[in-house]
């Protein structure tokens, strides 16, 4: 065995096969077989992490997640590459694309699985392959990172609503006062809950990771292609843009406005919090549904 075939060079190096004779075309194909790879590894190491909170073991769990958010900021920093593609330059190749969209990446759509982003519309994109289907179907039908860690704090001992550890996994999780009133303890007296105070703030590096990734591709889509539609059919930048409202972990950023709030300043901002996260729900379920038909 040598470095080449270790690493298996000689098939990953055959990989990108341009349809055009266009040079930036070449650009394209990496900077999406990267994400790819990357991707790849963040569902990895979040598979981990996930098991291990389901063991109770949360200091290596947060290294994997630490490893996550740093996967995620080498996905974002890949986007001022591609941002180099410029109109002309991609309208000479873009026809070639057909119908392809990153809404057909299965990876992706695991990965928004596992971080809570359900919607079993989004399965139907792969009927045509069973065992990605059945991928995201046992994806679909499991806690995600978030239902783990909770699940894992009424196992320590916290009061948690049972609507948020009896529940149906296919569902995304929504916004639950009670939950923030626990976190609230948590916050107001970290040193006495260190590794889960800890875990609570790594989940929202990797949340601001991801949406950091989720902003630069809109950001690079608005520049390349402006408001048109994108390749698979979907509303593009707009279609971005609400993915921008969506949160994985609604408490753990309800918490930050919660602390120091009066009890009716407190609900009101419940009544908000529930809103929005709802509403940005609504709108993307009814946008990704129309796209898998």
């Known amino acids: 065995m040598n470095y080449g075939s270790y690493l298996q060079l000689e098939t990953l190096l055959a990989a990108q096969v341009p349809l055009s004779t266009h040079h930036d075309e070449m650009l394209f194909i990496i900077a999406h077989q990267t994400t790819e790879l990357w991707i ?12 291990l909170i389901s063991q ?22 890949q ?36 971080l809570g982003n359900k919607n079993p519309a989004m399965i139907v994109v792969f009927s045509h392959h069973p065992e990605q289907q059945h991928t995201l179907q046992a994806a679909l039908d499991a806690p995600s990172l978030y239902d783990e860690f909770l699940l894992f704090l009424a196992r320590r001992g916290y009061r948690l609503p049972a609507a948020v550890v009896e529940r149906d ?4 999780h929504t916004l639950d006062q009670e939950l923030v009133e626990v976190f609230l303890g948590i916050y107001s ?5 260190w590794d889960v105070y800890e875990t609570c703030e790594e989940l929202i590096d990797v949340e601001d990771t991801f949406q950091t990734w989720r ?10 292609i402006g408001f048109k539609k994108g390749t698979g059919g979907s509303s593009g930048v707009s279609f971005l843009r609400r993915a921008l409202d969506l949160t994985f972990f609604p408490e753990l950023y309800a918490v930050r406005t919660e602390m120091g709030r009066t ?20 709108e993307m379920g009814r946008t990704e549904m129309g796209q898998s038909r």
């Open 56 to 77: 109770d073991s949360l200091g290596p769990a947060l290294k994997r997640l630490a490893r996550v958010k740093h996967i995620q900021q080498q996905m974002t920093d």
């Open 215 to 224: 902003f630069r591709h809109l950001k690079t889509v608005e520049r390349i």
């Open 189 to 193: 007296d970290p040193h006495s809950h």
């Open 263 to 282: 009890e009716m300043g407190r609900t009101e901002m419940g009544r908000t919090e529930m809103g929005r996260t709802e509403m940005g729900r609504t």
């Open 79 to 114: 986007w001022s590459v591609l941002a180099t593609l410029t109109p002309t330059e991609y309208a000479e190749f873009r026809g070639i694309l057909g119908k392809s969209s990153g809404f057909q990446s299965m990876q992706y759509r695991l990965l928004e699985f596992l």
């Open 169 to 172: 996994w296919r569902r995304p």
């Open 40 to 51: 790849k590894l963040v569902v990895h190491e979040l598979r981990s992490a996930m098991l």
